[in-house]
């Protein structure tokens, strides 16, 4: 893992105007990052996975940085070439089936910052 610049790509509605954010990350695979969650242009404590190579959202779900780090083997684990164009990448059903997994333990285990919840539910990393 190192420090990143990351560029996010935010977009309200699907015809909506696009905002470029560039922030730190942390580079957790290739095309993958953890980034600071935002809502109504706040930092709000959270963190997410953003997909490097397009600056989108892996999944809307923010959890603690503990929570997100343990919860990021379902997407790293599963052989995914994350750095793939987004396109390619949500259409792949290997992705949507890590992605299901991810959000699923993050959004029943965490409890908020700090709070390691996902680490007591997760295998010892390879
Ligand atoms: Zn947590």
Redesign the pocket.
Known sequence: MSIVSVTIRMQDRPDGPVTELTTIGEHVAPGLAITPATEDNKLHGGWIITHTPSGQLVFPIS??L???RYATRWLTASGIDWTRANDVVTADPDVKQAVLDFACT?DD??????????ADTMPEAA
Not at 109 to 118: L, Q, S, Y
């Open positions: 959890g603690c503990t929570c997100v993050v285990t965490c409890d908020g910052p700090d709070c390691g919840g996902v």
